[in-house]
């Protein structure tokens, strides 16, 4: 009997190590970077229908900045534009003449113009910083 509760005593000690190690050592998942990019989306384009189509953690790093730990998630992701993105705009991509003060100020805006149905792969990098509460989004401000 008292082999089998040093044992099991053994086991226990085990897998709590093992808990503790595991919750120190996890770092963003590429679902908490999409839910990023889903928000940057959102965000950025306030009015317009987008779909993720895809989204990819493609690398990660993890370094420190100023004793900060930082944890660096480069993504590849698809998007599409089911109702098109400023097509009434696409006149202004015509820059062989001047177009009228819209077409200007759409230009210093985004000047971004996609089809209906279009698809645009985009790609780059989001930030997180370590907390005592969990891995922050540099962002939104969001703890994953």
């Not at 189509?53 to 534009?81: C, H, L, P, W």
């Amino acid at each position: 009997m008292k082999r089998h509760l040093r044992v099991l005593g053994w086991y226990f000690v085990f897998f709590s190590v093992l808990m503790i190690v595991s919750a120190c050592a996890k770092n963003p998942s590429e679902t908490d970077a999409r839910k990023v990019f889903e928000n940057t989306i959102r965000t950025r384009f306030d009015n317009t229908v987008i779909e993720i189509v895809s989204f990819k953690k493609v690398n990660a790093q993890t370094r420190e900045d100023s004793g900060v730990k930082i944890y660096v998630v480069e993504y590849a992701a698809e998007m599409r534009y089911p109702n098109g993105l400023n097509a009434n705009m696409k006149h202004c991509l015509d820059t062989s003449r001047f177009q009228g003060w819209d077409c200007y100020m759409f230009m210093l805006t985004d000047g971004r113009v996609r089809d209906k149905g279009q698809i645009e792969g985009v790609g780059g990098e989001i930030i997180f910083e370590k907390t005592e509460k969990g891995w922050r989004d540099t962002r939104f401000g969001n703890i994953y």
